[in-house]
């Protein structure tokens, strides 16, 4: 588990190498409902907040998951997920990002409403277990969100302690 949380670095592993996949061009968006719709989360990974603009995403659902205070995006049924879409991402920051997301992500295209416009994205989904219950922003930002920025800091700088 990559996502704030890794206990060290195995030895010549960098924070920004690529997976081996493809990840999109700098100007692609990217969809985000969860963590990274936090500033505070945003400036300790990538060293500012880029863009935010409010958007959504239908057919899917913003879970909670077991022993982790992050959500993963999945299907569901009549569902709407309230995010926002990053725009104006470099190259650096998408690898900063992809291996900043655990294994069970699945860099994927999904197709977004932002405000009256719609258009295609990348979103990071999951593929592992996931709770009945739907995520909360609300409960992470009080009973989490320093914590969690702290550990996003030790993991883009160096081993946790």
């Known amino acids: 588990m990559r996502r704030c949380s890794r206990p060290s670095r195995i030895s010549g592993e960098s924070v920004s190498a690529p997976r081996a996949r493809r990840l999109p061009v700098p100007s692609d968006p990217l ?3 969860g963590t990274l719709t936090f500033p505070e989360v945003l400036v300790e990974l990538l060293g500012r907040t880029p863009r935010l603009d ?3 995403v239908s057919g899917r659902r913003a879970a909670r998951l077991p ?3 992050y959500p ?3 299907t569901a049924a009549g569902a709407v997920t309230r995010g926002a879409v990053l725009r104006g991402l470099t190259a650096a920051e998408w690898r900063v990002l992809d291996d900043f997301e655990d294994d069970e992500y699945d860099l994927r295209p999904v197709f977004v409403h932002a405000g009256v416009s719609a258009h295609a ?3 990071y989904v999951w593929t592992a277990e996931v709770l009945a219950a739907d995520w909360s922003a ?3 930002a009080s009973d989490h969100l320093p914590r969690y920025a702290g550990r996003c800091v030790r993991w883009r700088t160096g081993p946790a302690v």
């Open 31 to 33: 969809f985000v409902y």
């Open 54 to 56: 409010a958007a959504r």
């Open 67 to 69: 022993g982790r205070v």
């Open 121 to 123: 994205a990348w979103t």
């Open 72 to 74: 993963g995006l999945v």
């Open 138 to 140: 609300t409960a992470f």
